[in-house]
């Protein structure tokens, strides 16, 4: 069954480092989101890409904040100056457009630690 | 998105039916509810969606009143492998653009074994 892949699943940065997440979604799919959640906390969207270009994105995602497809397979999330409360699993998702169809499918995740 | 709101915690006893309430009050007549489950801190599981019909699938049931107001997700025999956190979701019709969704804090499911 084809499934989102993430890597790394455990990133460990120091604080002001850059980091790139980067996940590999279900090879048909057109729409693509990261969500994270920070320990104990709420899952929370951060961005969602159609076409090339972001669609929405939430309070969250600040300019330090970008997403990228840069070939047909990866889609990724950098992060520029990590700061503490960045640390959080942060998970990639995508769904295919299929008329009032939404179900989106997530990776299993990449645990960011921030020093 | 349509607000949902669900108990924090449930406990069920390991091979009996967990039924778990959602109460949607505020969804408009083209808004599926969702079901999605967390294990741990994996990535969010789907489990089954519906409009207005019951909807029944390998993993699990969901019950929607005919008002459309609240609707209950049931695991048939739960298993220790369904404690998770389940979460009920309201997200707008697909005619809008991103149709992210908007979780809430769902429900801490607990089998007893």
């Known amino acids: 069954e084809p499934e989102v892949t993430q890597t790394p699943s455990h990133q460990v940065t120091q604080m002001g480092q850059e980091v790139i997440l980067r996940c590999v979604p279900i090879?048909?799919?057109?729409?693509f989101y990261w969500y994270r959640q920070i320990l104990g906390q709420k899952v929370e969207f951060l961005v969602s890409?159609?076409?090339?270009?972001?669609?929405?994105k939430s309070e969250i995602f600040d300019d330090q904040f970008s997403v990228e497809r840069p070939d047909g397979s990866n889609f990724t999330l950098k992060i520029r100056s990590t700061k503490l409360e960045d640390s959080a699993m942060y998970f990639c998702a995508s769904r295919v457009p299929r008329g009032s169809y939404n179900e989106q499918f997530f990776g299993p995740g990449t645990r960011l630690t921030v020093l | 998105d349509a607000k949902t709101t669900q108990p924090p915690s449930m406990d069920c006893a390991e091979g009996r039916a967990a039924n778990l309430p959602c109460n949607h009050s505020t969804i408009s007549g083209n808004e599926y509810v969702y079901w999605y489950r967390q294990i741990h801190s994996q990535g969010p599981q789907y489990i089954i969606h519906?409009?207005?019909n019951n909807e029944t699938n390998e993993m699990a049931s969901l019950i929607i009143t005919e008002d459309r107001k609240s609707s209950t997700l049931i695991l048939p025999h739960a298993t220790l492998r369904d404690t998770a956190v389940y979460y009920c979701i309201a997200p707008p019709p697909t005619s809008n653009t991103g149709n992210q969704f908007y979780f809430g804090t769902g429900t801490s499911l607990t089998v007893i074994p």
């Open positions: 090879s048909n799919h057109l729409y």
């Open positions: 890409f159609y076409n090339n270009e972001i669609s929405e």
């Open positions: 519906g409009l207005k």
